[in-house]
C-alpha cells in the first residue's frame, strides 16, 4: 500500500470529462507513488559483451541495502539501445525475481516505433515490472513534432498494462519534450509521471505547478540538481550517480524531506562534479569504473563505446577523493 | 563484371603496408563500384502498419525501369529503424529475389551496438545484398568520438562478407562523421564508400581529394546537391527524391557525364525545391505522398511518424507543379 | 558600508600567492557585496527611437520604492546593443544623477573588443557606477576559446576602477562561459562575481561550490529559477521579469530568507510563466508591454525589434492573469 | 559602365506593381554588376592594436596586380566588429582614395540596430562605396524572426543612396538568413545581391533560381566551395582566402567561365584545406599569418582575438605545402 497515492476527487472530475465510463459509483482511483530515488541500473557485461548476471545480482544484493524507492531497469545508463529485444525481456524478468517486492521496478521500454513500445510494454508487464519509462522515439528528428509525440505516447499508455512515465533525455535524443506535450499528457489517467534529464530547473518547476491537478509526479534525471528539484516540487530523481554513490543521494533526499536546507545545499554541491564526472563527461564508462571503487562489479561496456584511458580514470578518482566520497 | 573497377597498384601497397598477409603473389584486388543513382526505397505499409510486400514488388517493377544503379534498401527513407530485426532480414531477402542481377543491392544494416551491427550486416550479405550501408551508431552521442566510430566501422567491416559504406546523416542522428575519420576508415580496404546527407559540399570536395588514393566512392545523399556533388568528384547519389522522380535524378547525371553544365544547373534548379518537399520539410509521410502521384504506392508510414494534412499535401503539390514535374 | 563584505583570511593569502605586493601588514581587502534582486532596467524610448529620458526618471521613481538592492543598467533587457557608445556613457550619468545612493548601479559596460570594453568600463566608471557587468564578446565565436576569453575579462578587470561581474547570456550571444574560466577569473581580485542567465542550476552550484574560497558571488539571471538558484546559494539575481513584478521578486528573496520554503516554491511556481513571456517567448517587445500594465513607461523597442501583435499582446496578459498578477 | 547590367523589362514591371511612381516613359533602370572574386580584405593593425594605414595601403597594392573585381572593406575577415564607428568611416575612406575606379568597392556597413546602420551606410556612401554589404543584426537572436530581418533590410535600402547586398554568416551570427527573407528582399529595386557564408549548395541553387528574375545576384562566402557555387548559378565570391592566394581564386573563376570543368574541380581540391585553415579552423589570426608568407602584411588582431602558436602555425604551413602553394 506504500506505493499508492490517493486520487483526489478532481482526477474524478476529470476521468468523467474525459469520456471514459464509470463502472462503479464510488470508484477508487489511485495513482502508482512514484516518490523516491531510483538508480538507472548499469548492466554488467562479461569481456566477451555477454550479459553478466551474476554480476548483476550481486549489484542488485549490495543495493538493496540502500533505501531507494526502486530501480529503473534499462534507462539510458543500463545501455538498454545495446540489448536485443529477447534481451531487454529476459534481463527484466531476472530482475524481478531478484528483487522480489523490495524495491519498486519501473521498466525502460521505449523504442523507436509505437508498436514495438506497445509490445515491448507490453511484455514488461507480462515479467512483472511496476511501470514503464518510455524515451521519446527520436530517430526521425523533423517527424517528432508535439502531434506525433502526443500519439505515440497516447497509443502506448492506452494500451499498457502498467502506469507509463515520459521520458525525456535530450543529451541523448536530441529530442526535448515540450512543456506543452508534457502538460497534455499529464491528464492521461495511466501517464503518471515525468522523467527529465534537461536539467532546464525553470522547465521542471513551471511543469509541477502546471500538471499539480492531475497527480502528475516529477523525477529529476540527474543528481546535480536533485536538491533544486525538491526545491520547486519534484519528488524524487532517476540517478545515474546512484548507482555509485547510492546512499549519499537517498541521504540528500531525507535532509530535504527534513527541512535541513543548509546541509542539503552542502552535500548537493558535493555530488555535482562526482556526478558530472559519470554521467555527461564520462558516460557509462566512466559509471562503470567509479562502480568497482564502491564494491559493485562495473566491467566494460558494448561497444561502440569505448573504455576510458587511465588519465581518464585518475580524472575521475580525483574529483570523488576532492569531494570526499574516496580517501 | 560491370560493378568491378581495379584497384590500382597504390592499393596493393597501402595493404602490404597495413601489415595484412598477402597469400599470393599477384593478388587481384578489386573493389565494387557503386557509382550511379539509387533511390533509398520506402517500405511500403498496409493501413495495420504491416509490411505490404505486393506494394513493395509492385513499385520495384516500376523502378526497374529507371536506369538507376541499384537501390538502397532499408535507409532512413525506408524507415528501417521501425522494422524489427526479422522483418529486416525477411525484407531484404524479398527484395534480392525479385531483384535479382538488374540492380545493384544495397543494405542498410546499421544497428546502434557494434555486435548487432556486424550481426545484420553479415544477415545481409547472406541474403544477398551486395554492399553494406552501415549509419553512425547515435545514442550516446557524448560517448561517439572519432575513436569510438572507428572501432566500430573497423570490427564491421573487419568481420563483413560484403563491402561497407559509411552513412553519415545528422539530420537524423545529431552525429557528423569527422574528416578525419572518413579519411581514417577509407583506408580500409573493406570500407569502400561514404553516402553523406550532411549537405556541406566543400566537405564533399575535400574528401574526394583527401582519399583518391584509396579507391573511395562518395555518394551525395540528397537530391538537392547532386549536380555540385558530381562537379567536386561524387560518383552518383543516394536521394530520396529517386523514389518519385527517378528518371529525373538520373538525367542530371546524364547530363553531367555528358558536359551539359548549363541543362545540369537548369534541371538542378528545378529539384531542389520538389526535393526539401519530400525530405527535410515533409520527411517520409511527404514522400510517400508524393510517390502515389506517380504510379507508386505510397501508403501510410508507421507511427509515430504522422500523416500529413491536407494543406501540406497541396503545398508539395504545388512545388512540383511549379517546377514542371506535374500538371 | 551596507554594501561591503569583509573577505576573509584566505584571500589574503591568495592574493599573495599571486604575486601581488602588499603595501602594509594589515591591508583591508574588501568586496562590494551585491547580493539582492535587481531588475535590469529596460531604456524607454519615443516613438522616434530617441531616448525618453525623461520616462526613463518616472520609472525609477517607482522603481525606487521596491526593496532592490540595486539596477543594471544596459544589461540585454536594456536594449544595450542599440545604443552608441555616446548614449551608453550619457545614459549611465543620468541614471546615477537620479537615483543617487539609494541603490547600487550596476553598469552593462561589454563590447566586443577588450580595447572597447576597457574604455567603456573606465568610463562608465567615470560617472559613477559602481560595478561593471562585462558580457562576453561573441562575434567570432570560433576564437572565443577558453584562452580569448579568459585574456578578455582579464585585461578588463586589470584596468577597471570599479569591480567585474561576469555576464553569460548563451541565449544571446551563444557563448556559454565553461565553469573552468570562472572559476580561474574567480581569483581575480577585481572580479567579484558572475551573472548567468543560461538556466543550468547544476552548474550554478557548482560554481558556487568551486569558488566558495574567493568572495565570489553568483546572480541568477531569470526569475524562473531565482527560488532553486538561492536554495544552491547564489546570492540574488538580475531579473528581467524585475522590471514589471519588481516586488514579487523581491518577496520571493524574502520568503527564502526567512526560510520559508513551502511559500517560496509557490511563489516561484507562479512566477515562471510570467516570466517567460517577457523574456524567452516574446523579449524586450513583450517586456514593454506588460511594463505598461504595471505604471511604468514601455514604449517601443528600437528596430530591428518589432512591436508584438494584439494576439500575443492577449497572451501575455492572460499569463499574468491566470497567475495572479492582474485581474 | 563595366560594373552595369541592364534590368529586362520585368523589373520595370515590378517596379510598377509595387506603386513606386516612374517620371518618364523610357526610365533605364539597371543594376551595379558584382559578379566576381573579391578578398573580403584584412584590417591591419600595429602592435599596439591602432591601426596600421601604411601597411594596408601596401596589400592593397599587392591585391591590385590580381584580377579581383573589387574588395569587401569591412566584412568579417576585416574584424569590423573590433573597429569604433570613427575608425570604420576613416578606414573606407582610405581606401576609396588608394584604390579609386580600380577596383569595385563594397562596404560592410552592417550594426546591431537599423537605425545605425542606416547611418553607417549613408556615410560609406559619402566616402565613396559603390555598394553595401550589410550583416544580419544577430544580438537579440529571438527577436530576429523573418518580420524583423525584412523590415531592417528594407529600412535601409529605403534609405541607402548606394545598392545593398545580403550578408548570411551564421558561423559568426547564429542567425541563417532564411530562403523566403531573401526571396522577398530580392524584390527590392535597392537590393541587388547576397553573400552567403553558410555552405548550404542546395540553399544557393534553389535562391539562384527563385530570384532569376529579380537581378538578383548570389556570392559564395567561402573558397571551400567556389566552384560547385558558379555551377548551381552564383556569379563570384566574396572568399577571405583571396586575401592569401588571391590569384589562385581568380584563376578558379577563369577556368569555370572557360568550361574547364576537371580543372576547376581539381583547383578547387586543393583550395579547400587552406580555406578551411584560415577561416573556420585558426579564424584571422590564421588568415594573417598566413598573409605573411605570401608577402602581405598580416601583424595582429585585436583582443580578444588571440595570436595563434608555433604548432598551429606549422600545420597551417602544412596544410599550404601538401596543397602546392608553398614549398
Not at 542488485?60 to 526502486?70: A, M, V
Amino acid at each position: 500500500m506504500s506505493h499508492i497515492l490517493r486520487r483526489t476527487i478532481h482526477l474524478t472530475h476529470k476521468t468523467l470529462q474525459s469520456g471514459t465510463r464509470l463502472n462503479f459509483a464510488f470508484r477508487c482511483v489511485s495513482t502508482l507513488d512514484i516518490s523516491g530515488v531510483y538508480p538507472p541500473i548499469a548492466t554488467p557485461f562479461n569481456a566477451d559483451e555477454s550479459i553478466a548476471y551474476d554480476k548483476l545480482e550481486r549489484n542488485l544484493q549490495q543495493w538493496n541495502t540502500i533505501p531507494f524507492k526502486g530501480y529503473v531497469v534499462q534507462g539510458s545508463n543500463g545501455e538498454y539501445a545495446y540489448l536485443t529485444p529477447e534481451e531487454r525481456v529476459e534481463l527484466m524478468k531476472k530482475v524481478v525475481q531478484w528483487v522480489g517486492d523490495k524495491k519498486l521496478i519501473i521498466a525502460g521500454s521505449g523504442c523507436e516505433s509505437t508498436r514495438d513500445t506497445v509490445s515491448m510494454t507490453q511484455k514488461m508487464a507480462d515479467v512483472g515490472a511496476k511501470a514503464a519509462l518510455v524515451v521519446t522515439p527520436c530517430y526521425y528528428k523533423g517527424g517528432m513534432n508535439n502531434t506525433a509525440l502526443i500519439n505515440h505516447y497516447t497509443k502506448v499508455a492506452d494500451t499498457s498494462p502498467i502506469p507509463v512515465i515520459l521520458y525525456s533525455v535530450p543529451g541523448n535524443t536530441a529530442i526535448d519534450l515540450a512543456p506543452e506535450v508534457i502538460i497534455k499528457l499529464s491528464e492521461h489517467k495511466n501517464i503518471i509521471g515525468l522523467k527529465d534529464s534537461g536539467g532546464d530547473i525553470g522547465k521542471l518547476g513551471s511543469l509541477v505547478y502546471a500538471t499539480q491537478k492531475n497527480d502528475f509526479q516529477i523525477l529529476a534525471g540527474s543528481a546535480s540538481f536533485l536538491f533544486p528539484a525538491y526545491a520547486v516540487g519534484c519528488v524524487g530523481g532517476v540517478l545515474g550517480l546512484a548507482n555509485v554513490l547510492g546512499k549519499a543521494c537517498c541521504d540528500l533526499e531525507q535532509l530535504y524531506k527534513d527541512g535541513k536546507m543548509e546541509e542539503a545545499k552542502q552535500l548537493q554541491h558535493r555530488l555535482i562534479a562526482p556526478n558530472m564526472a559519470v554521467t555527461k563527461r564520462f558516460g557509462v564508462p566512466g559509471l562503470k569504473v567509479a562502480m568497482e571503487w564502491f564494491g559493485y562489479y562495473g566491467g566494460p561496456t558494448r561497444s561502440p563505446l569505448q573504455p576510458i584511458g587511465q588519465s581518464d580514470i585518475d580524472i575521475i578518482r580525483n574529483v570523488f577523493k576532492s569531494n570526499g566520497f574516496l580517501d
